[in-house]
């Protein structure tokens, strides 16, 4: 129940994988329609920027407060919750779409004019047309993160999706990866 605007034009190809980019569109959208009330805009656009492509995706939720705005890809991090948890999520979207779109040599950064102002966020990634040279100077995990591989990792988790999600990109880390669904 929300107004979805698209602008989106053909022609514009990306390097990466199809599946992981559909992932990061799939987990944008599915945020700002969580958080965008019955009736709200939500907007996502694509335009070619200089080398690359840049993806926005706008919503007139109930947008993100100053103090939270520079965490919001970090994991776990969500912002106040209502006791029932109607709008769901475990703070590991953000997380996943900043890591995939890192891996892909991309940027992707969060903005908002505070609460109740909406929310956008914007994905870059380099056009197929770019070297393979120039992706490779693209920014990278931290050092210290990206050393971190081949841990043994248990997921838990009732919902599903999430648990795949989780443990899909822990497994594109490197790790080894088992999941379960309950706690027996």
Not at 25 to 37: F, K
Not at 57 to 80: C, K, M, S, T
Not at 146 to 174: F, I, Q, S, T, Y
Request: overall charge negative; hydrophobic content about 45%.
């Amino acid at each position: 129940r929300h107004r979805l605007e698209q602008s989106i034009p053909r022609g514009l190809t990306v390097l990466g994988d199809r599946e992981r980019l559909a992932q990061v569109i799939a987990n944008l959208l599915m945020n700002a329609a969580r958080y965008t009330p019955a009736g709200g805009q939500i907007e996502i656009a694509v335009v070619a920027n200089g080398e690359g492509a840049e993806i926005a995706v706008r919503d007139d939720g109930p947008g993100i407060a100053p103090e939270l705005l520079p965490r919001v890809f970090e994991l776990f991090v969500q912002g106040p919750q209502r006791p029932a948890r109607p709008e769901g999520g475990l703070g590991l979207g953000l997380a996943i779409v900043k890591n995939l779109v890192q891996l892909h040599g991309g940027t992707v950064s969060a903005h908002s004019d505070g609460l109740g102002r909406g929310s956008e966020f914007r994905v870059h990634l380099p056009l197929a047309s770019v070297s393979a040279e120039a992706a490779s100077h693209s920014p990278r995990l931290p050092a210290s993160a990206a050393n971190v591989r081949g841990w043994r990792v248990l997921v838990v988790d009732d919902n599903r999706d999430a648990a795949d999600m989780l443990a899909e990109a822990l497994e594109l880390d490197g790790h080894v990866v088992r999941v379960a669904y309950d706690g027996l």
